[in-house]
């Protein structure tokens, strides 16, 4: 199994069976090393439905026959694209033949904007946690710090982290690394930053901040090191 960042929030896990994608901003993102037309994908997961998460997601999806997991009234909108879904809600779980997905609280916003400038309502924004090949992996969406996310930590064993640390729409370095400490995961990755001038960090800084967790700062195309100690 491989899992590997491809700029902004997009993450590829490969299993010997399927490929997932997570967030797959490709078009637009000037941070990722991924080409939408030559994608092959087989679920793609969704954290909520801005644009730079939704992204490639209906084109991909209808060239793959690929499913796409998504909030209830994301999924819904996917849907009414002519894609299959599996619409999911927040505490939920599901064992899905690839592994099993259970979706986790965010602060943050979620809507998504038509090419003819229509905001349509995706409602909560969302973190997933994924089990597949006995590795767990939390991917934080778009979110602030909370409490709860200790919670989180608690409950699950979590393998690999991805944390957003822009600032201006999300945690920022600081916060993340609070994080770091009511998640308690192996290994973290810094993902949401450098996209956009307002999401500008140099990932290093938080990297310094985080002393119980196995940080791996990330280039596009890069593989999450699962055997670091
Ligand atoms: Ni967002
Ligand atoms: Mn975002």
Redesign the pocket.
């Known amino acids: 199994m491989s899992i590997s960042y491809h700029g ?2 997009v993450i590829k896990i490969k299993t010997n069976t399927h490929t997932i994608l997570i ?1 797959p ?1 490709i078009t637009g993102n000037g941070q990722t090393d991924l080409k939408a037309s030559e994608e092959s994908v087989d679920v793609i997961l969704l954290t ?1 439905g ?1 644009n ?2 939704v992204g490639d997601t209906v084109d991909l999806a209808k060239r793959n026959d690929a499913v796409v997991i998504a909030t209830f009234e994301l999924a819904n909108y996917i849907e009414s694209q002519g894609v299959k879904v599996h619409a999911m809600g927040i505490g939920g779980a599901f064992d899905f033949d690839f592994g099993k997905v259970k979706y986790t609280q965010a602060f ?1 916003s979620s809507s998504f904007t038509t090419n003819e400038g229509k905001t349509i309502y995706a409602g909560m924004p969302a973190g997933i946690l994924l089990t597949v090949g006995g590795i767990t992996i939390y991917h934080a ?2 979110t602030s710090l909370f409490g709860d996310m200790k919670l989180i930590g608690e409950r699950n064993n979590i393998d690999v982290a991805f944390l ?1 640390i ?1 600032d201006n ?2 945690m920022g370095p600081e916060d993340a690394a609070y994080a770091v400490q009511l998640l308690n995961p192996r290994i973290v990755v810094p993902i ?1 930053y450098n ?1 956009f001038p307002a ?1 500008k960090q140099d990932p290093n800084e938080f990297k310094d901040l985080v002393k119980t967790a196995d940080v791996q700062v990330l280039n596009a195309g890069d593989f999450v090191q699962l055997s670091h100690k």
């Open positions: 902004h929030s967030d901003f909520h801005h730079d998460h943050h969406g778009d957003p822009g729409f999300t949401h996209t999401i």
